[in-house]
């Protein structure tokens, strides 16, 4: 059997997997990390998303083969050894973003990576589309929006300058 | 999903080699269309081959020319200033793609060796006048797509690049369906001093296609007025849960007006 030798929220795993073993698989069977959901099969509803060597992706899209040498971060590796959440989960908190929870995993990870993406700033619009991938069927999104723009100064230690 | 080796050369002669010998092993780019192809178990390959290790990513800009390699994401073209100024209704055709996360793993030669009916880069090759560059040859966009799902790579072919013309101006179009995000109709518009090309996708049975009579039209008069009286037979046109064929007609002249407009 192939093996994968990969780097998960700061640690190393080496894992023995088959050609068919998806990442997401990988993480919630292999590594019992069952925060990255997954909600579909058609790669539509983005709660599987992680990061991929620092890039948003679908985990049930990638094989885990395709992921060795990497390194993956998910929903459990961002909140603080302490339990300090990250900012995106504290707005998420803050805001009611989440009803069920079921595409909150996905959802925070993708508006990490779209709020550090966007050093220039990031419009509702923006926000919206940049989210395009990640389903959710409970809150109507609006909340969503608002965490996201709400994390945006706290990542990066400044206030959003006034649109000109 | 049925199991497979899997395989990553470093060599692109190593990695035909492993798609010629065996000719139920495939080849893996960015897995957006492949993987949910597996999960559905529409496929079966014995072996599959990873050409992510191969080298085959990267944009270079020429004035004339913009090449882009097989591995280059769709968010990298979308992002790339080069290409944004060379061609932007490329750059734009680009940052259209699905969502991103499916632009930060899907490439532009797994779209074009799938060639999807609904696909968005099909429309651009065809309309720019491009050519894919492949491990043993050059083909032109004008012999290249031979159908829906079928090109005129032969088993084991690999995409290296592919090459676009600069054009005066031009424009992509897409009226997208808004559960899957391809394209229901998508028009891309190209100006050249030597004429006119517009290629249509996402709405005939057959795949993209030229639209001869436009073309026509706007090579005499680039002006969204010099289409206003031709019509699109319905004929060969898809109809399906979506749209019927006269709406997919009617929208390919809406389509092509506002890539006119655009362009
Ligand atoms: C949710 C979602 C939405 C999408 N929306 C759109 C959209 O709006 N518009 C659009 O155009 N596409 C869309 N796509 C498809 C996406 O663009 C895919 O990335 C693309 O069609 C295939 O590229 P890939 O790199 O993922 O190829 P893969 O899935 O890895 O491969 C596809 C096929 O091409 C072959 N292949 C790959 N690379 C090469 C090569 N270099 N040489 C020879 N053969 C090769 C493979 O063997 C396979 O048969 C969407 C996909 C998803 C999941
Ligand atoms: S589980 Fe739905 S996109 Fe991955
Ligand atoms: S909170 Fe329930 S799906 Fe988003």
New binding site residues.
Partial sequence: MPSVTLTVNGKTHTVEVEGRTLLVELLREKLGLTGTHVGCDT??CGACVVHLNGTSVKSC?TLALQADGASVVTIEGLAAADGTLHPMQEAFRENHALQCGFCTPGMVMSAIDLVMSHPQGLSESDIRHGLEGNLCRCTGYHNIVKAVAAAWPVMHGRELAPAE | MYDFAYEKPTALAAAVSALTTDDEA???????????VLKQRLNKPTKVVD?SSLGLSGITVTPSTVTIG?MTT?GDVANSVDVQKAIPALANLASM???WQ?RH???I???L??N?PS???PSALLALGGTVTTDRRTIAADDYFQGMFTTA?EPG???TSVTFPVPERAAYQKF?NPA????MVGVFVAKFASGVRVAITGAAQGGVFRHAAFEAALSANFLVDAIAGITTPADDLNSDIHASAAYRAHLIGVMTKRAIAAA
């Fill in positions: 790669s539509q899209t | 495939k080849a893996l780019a960015g897995g957006q269309t492949f993987i949910p050409l097989a769709h793609i699905g969502d499916v793993r899907g490439t030669g797994g779209s060796a799938n999807d696909a968005c880069y790579l072919e690999i995409i997208r899957s995000r391809y394209a």
